[in-house]
């Protein structure tokens, strides 16, 4: 189980949102490669990236800052990013600048036939983002709720060839109030496909109900507000993933 560190990306800065309103935003800090370097140095095996400003925009708008990440860490570890990836041509750029996994979310509801040439010719590359509330997916930004179900959509994302589903509980989401773990199995044990836990990781505990069901194919965590303003530390929350992992 990874123990995956955000980094959200608005304005050039790094930031944390509540609940994916923009004017909730706290800029934790000015320097997203300098937060890189931080992660990598505490044993971070991969970051996620979510360019803030190209998630409203549809299209990307911290290139700059995404470069400068990159930059940092190097190829020590994967690096992966969602937000405002509308086209082929960005995600061509993208891996070209160093990226290892670009992550598709609103697009992948909205225009499934996008995610399938994506998949197609970036094969292992492509992850989805799906964003639910009460089993329903939701897109552009939180913002709209649709119709579908969220493991319906997964089921026909996997098929397209998609590397992974990260999924969020946008109810929990920077809100620190734990990780909906049973909707999170719910959709692991639909998929072959890994899933990746993502919205309200708030302390050990959390981290402690993930791991104890990983072997339904949940392989990571992402975590933001929580590791920047001090209720998870990293280093412990990894090093309990990685013993919890090894256990019989």
Same mark, same amino acid.
């Given at each position: 189980?990874?123990? +995956?560190?955000? +980094?959200?990306? #608005?304005? =050039?800065?790094?930031?944390?949102?509540? *609940?994916? @309103?923009?004017?909730?935003?706290?800029?934790?800090? %000015?320097?997203? =490669?300098?937060?890189?370097?931080?992660?990598?140095?505490?044993?971070?095996?991969?970051?996620?990236? &979510?360019?803030?400003?190209?998630?409203?925009?549809?299209?990307?708008?911290? @290139? @700059?800052? +995404?470069?400068? &990440?990159?930059?940092?860490? =190097?190829?020590?570890?994967?690096? *992966?990013?969602? !937000?405002?990836?509308?086209?082929?041509?960005?995600?061509?750029?993208?891996?070209?600048?160093?990226?290892?996994?670009?992550? +598709?979310?609103?697009?992948?509801? #909205?225009?499934?036939?996008?995610?399938?040439?994506?998949?197609?010719?970036?094969?292992?590359?492509?992850?989805?983002?799906?964003?639910?509330?009460?089993?329903?997916?939701?897109?552009?930004?939180?913002? #709209?709720?649709?119709?579908?179900?969220?493991?319906?959509?997964?089921?026909?994302? *996997?098929?397209? !060839?998609? %590397?992974? /589903?990260?999924?969020?509980?946008?109810?929990?989401?920077?809100?620190?109030?734990?990780?909906?773990?049973?909707?999170?199995?719910?959709?692991?044990?639909?998929?072959?496909?890994?899933?990746?836990?993502? !919205?309200?990781?708030?302390?050990?505990?959390?981290?402690?109900?993930?791991?104890?069901?990983?072997?339904?194919?949940?392989?990571?965590? /992402?975590?933001?507000?929580?590791?920047? %303003? =001090?209720?998870?530390?990293?280093?412990? $929350? *990894? $090093?309990?993933?990685?013993?919890?992992? @090894?256990?019989?």
């Amino acid at each position: 189980m990874l123990i +995956i560190p955000a +980094i959200d990306l #608005k304005d =050039g800065h790094c930031v944390r949102l509540k *609940q994916g @309103e923009m004017d909730q935003a706290t800029v934790f800090s %000015e320097d997203p =490669g300098a937060m890189a370097a931080h992660w990598v140095a505490q044993g971070a095996r991969r970051l996620h990236l &979510v360019d803030l400003n190209g998630a409203f925009a549809g299209k990307p708008k911290n @290139e @700059e800052a +995404i470069k400068a &990440v990159v930059a940092a860490v =190097g190829d020590q570890i994967p690096v *992966q990013l969602g !937000g405002g990836i509308r086209d082929l041509d960005t995600i061509e750029r993208y891996l070209d600048d160093g990226l290892s996994y670009v992550i +598709i979310g609103t697009a992948a509801v #909205k225009t499934p036939g996008f995610l399938h040439d994506a998949c197609y010719a970036f094969p292992g590359h492509i992850m989805v983002a799906l964003d639910a509330k009460g089993g329903k997916v939701a897109v552009d930004g939180w913002s #709209k709720m649709t119709g579908h179900d969220v493991v319906d959509l997964a089921l026909k994302f *996997q098929d397209y !060839g998609v %590397e992974a /589903i990260i999924y969020t509980d946008i109810g929990r989401d920077g809100m620190l109030s734990g990780v909906n773990v049973e909707a999170t199995v719910a959709l692991a044990k639909a998929l072959s496909v890994p899933v990746i836990a993502s !919205g309200g990781i708030a302390a050990l505990d959390d981290v402690r109900n993930l791991c104890a069901v990983a072997h339904e194919g949940i392989t990571g965590a /992402i975590s933001g507000r929580a590791l920047y %303003e =001090g209720t998870l530390d990293f280093t412990q $929350a *990894q $090093a309990l993933a990685d013993k919890l992992s @090894e256990s019989p």
